[in-house]
């Protein structure tokens, strides 16, 4: 399991989660997801546009979320893995977890 408990908590704590996919030209495309419902190892965020993220996951599917929380303290999560938009979610699958505070 890569998304432990207190991931989880980080996560969905988060008042807004930032997802970064990459451009067709190598750079990172950096957007405010809003919130994140964890679900395993994936984060599933609601479609409101996202429409060059989209572009973006079908040409590319590596993707990055990034949650603070001040809850109990600081704490902060960047999560690695993959990206994919189905119906109206996108689900991002993480393989790497990083402690960032």
Same mark, same amino acid.
């Given at each position: 399991?890569?998304?432990? *408990?207190?991931? &989880?908590? #980080?996560?969905?704590? =988060?008042?807004?989660?930032? $997802?970064?996919?990459?451009?067709? %030209? !190598? ?24 429409? *060059?993220?989209? &572009?973006? #996951?079908?040409?590319? =599917?590596?993707?990055?979320? $990034?949650?603070?929380?001040?809850? %109990? !303290?600081?704490?902060?999560i960047r999560l690695s893995g ?20």
């Open positions: 399991m890569v998304i432990s *408990e207190e991931a &989880k908590k #980080i996560i969905e704590g =988060s008042s807004f989660l930032t $997802l970064v996919t990459v451009n067709p %030209d !190598g750079t990172p495309h950096p957007i405010v997801a809003g919130k994140g419902e964890v679900s395993g190892d994936n984060v599933v965020f609601g479609i409101y546009k996202m429409e *060059e993220t989209r &572009k973006n #996951i079908l040409k590319n =599917s590596n993707a990055q979320v $990034l949650g603070a929380t001040l809850t %109990d !303290g600081p704490k902060g993959t990206a994919k938009a189905e119906d109206k979610k996108l689900i991002f699958t993480a393989v790497r977890a990083e402690k960032l505070i």
